[in-house]
């Protein structure tokens, strides 16, 4: 089995030193697309941003020598990444994917990775991949096989929008976050609207490797008050001092984020189906100025109240095109 994989990041090396492990035969895509060689691959895994994800079709189109007869793994974040290769390659050769093992570099680069968690697999189309599964599991990694690729992309979304543009727009680690209690209502709200919205889908939220995202939901349907406490100290022993995805990208100057495909995807799909989302509507807008204008940060790092201004002028401004609105 030969494996071509694009992003050499955390997760990309992580995969692809597992499959090493087993005797796979793995290949990287350079960074520049007129490197790029023709790779005879019977597997092509997508491990860059979601906002990489255009170049990486490009990269694979030119790389993949029978992509009629290569699998496209998306390990990725966010929703929207299968539509894409689904659109370039068929969607009958086109695998959803969602990883739960944390893993990230040290200072020296090496990839560090916790052990738990587990890789979720879900054929967009109406393939069976039993040999890929087999292969990751016997690389040691807990594998589930998932129906509706859908459903995975969505219940990983739920999962990593917590407490991520909420930090990053904050400029504040998740164990601070959970000290703010109205900026840490606002999350809980953001996790309602990521249901509501999933219910006007008709997704049925599942459970990840390690995650529990029915357990998160439930939660979140709990007083307010008793849904912080909860919610907190999960999050406290979960990811305490650890950067949120979001927040790393803002601290490290880059112009995109992927909370279009996280955020944003919640916005976007509730104003498609009816369904209010304000909270994610502005986590969205707010994290997007800031990456691209990076001069607007001081006005919300560690400034709570301003995030809490915007979110309810956002209310005020749903309530008054639609009178009669809950939200």
């Given at each position: 089995?030969?494996?071509?994989?694009?992003?050499?990041?955390?997760?990309g090396?992580f995969?692809?030193d597992?499959?090493q492990?087993?005797?796979?035969e793995?290949?990287?895509?350079?960074?520049?697309?007129?490197?790029v060689t023709p790779?005879d691959?019977?597997v092509?895994?997508?491990?860059?941003?979601?906002y990489d994800?255009d170049?990486?079709?490009a990269?694979?189109?030119?790389a993949i020598?029978?992509?009629e007869?290569c699998v496209?793994v998306t390990p990725q974040?966010?929703v929207g990444n299968?539509e894409k290769?689904?659109?370039?390659?068929g969607?009958?050769?086109?695998?959803?994917?969602?990883?739960?093992?944390?893993?990230?570099?040290?200072r020296n680069g090496r990839v560090?990775a916790?052990?738990?968690?587990?890789l979720?697999?879900?054929?967009?189309?109406?393939?069976?991949y039993n040999w890929?599964?087999a292969?990751f599991a016997?690389?040691?990694?807990?594998?589930?096989v998932v129906?509706?690729?859908?459903?995975?992309?969505?219940?990983?979304l739920?999962?990593?929008?917590?407490?991520n543009a909420?930090?990053?727009?904050?400029?504040?680690l998740?164990n601070?976050?959970?000290?703010f209690?109205?900026?840490f209502?606002?999350?809980?709200?953001?996790?309602?609207?990521?249901?509501?919205v999933?219910?006007?889908l008709?997704i049925?939220?599942?459970?990840?490797?390690?995650y529990?995202?029915?357990?998160?939901?439930?939660v979140?349907?709990?007083?307010?008050?008793v849904a912080r406490t909860?919610l907190?100290?999960?999050i406290?022993?979960g990811?305490?001092t650890?950067?949120?995805?979001l927040?790393?990208?803002?601290?490290?100057?880059k112009?995109h984020?992927?909370v279009?495909v996280?955020?944003?995807a919640?916005?976007?799909?509730?104003?498609?189906?009816?369904?209010?989302t304000?909270?994610?509507a502005v986590?969205a807008?707010?994290?997007d100025?800031?990456a691209?204008?990076?001069?607007l940060w001081?006005k919300?790092?560690?400034?709570?109240e301003a995030l809490?201004?915007?979110?309810e002028?956002e209310?005020?401004?749903v309530?008054?095109?639609?009178?009669g609105?809950?939200t």
């Amino acid at each position: 089995m030969k494996v071509y994989i694009v992003g050499r990041g955390a997760v990309g090396t992580f995969l692809g030193d597992r499959l090493q492990s087993i005797g796979v035969e793995v290949a990287y895509a350079p960074r520049a697309l007129d490197e790029v060689t023709p790779f005879d691959a019977d597997v092509a895994i997508v491990a860059t941003k979601a906002y990489d994800t255009d170049g990486a079709i490009a990269t694979l189109r030119k790389a993949i020598v029978t992509p009629e007869k290569c699998v496209f793994v998306t390990p990725q974040n966010g929703v929207g990444n299968e539509e894409k290769l689904a659109e370039a390659f068929g969607a009958p050769s086109v695998v959803a994917a969602a990883l739960t093992v944390p893993v990230d570099r040290d200072r020296n680069g090496r990839v560090n990775a916790a052990n738990a968690g587990g890789l979720a697999f879900a054929p967009v189309g109406d393939r069976a991949y039993n040999w890929l599964t087999a292969t990751f599991a016997s690389s040691g990694l807990n594998v589930k096989v998932v129906e509706d690729w859908r459903a995975l992309k969505w219940s990983k979304l739920a999962l990593n929008v917590v407490a991520n543009a909420s930090c990053a727009i904050l400029n504040v680690l998740p164990n601070r976050l959970v000290l703010f209690e109205k900026i840490f209502t606002l999350e809980i709200r953001m996790i309602r609207e990521v249901r509501a919205v999933m219910k006007a889908l008709d997704i049925v939220p599942i459970d990840l490797p390690r995650y529990p995202v029915n357990a998160l939901f439930g939660v979140t349907t709990l007083p307010s008050p008793v849904a912080r406490t909860m919610l907190a100290g999960r999050i406290v022993r979960g990811r305490g001092t650890k950067p949120p995805s979001l927040l790393i990208d803002l601290r490290a100057g880059k112009p995109h984020t992927e909370v279009d495909v996280l955020n944003g995807a919640v916005a976007a799909a509730g104003r498609a189906n009816g369904v209010a989302t304000p909270v994610n509507a502005v986590y969205a807008r707010v994290l997007d100025d800031i990456a691209h204008m990076p001069q607007l940060w001081p006005k919300y790092r560690e400034r709570p109240e301003a995030l809490l201004a915007e979110v309810e002028a956002e209310v005020r401004r749903v309530r008054a095109l639609s009178p009669g609105s809950n939200t």
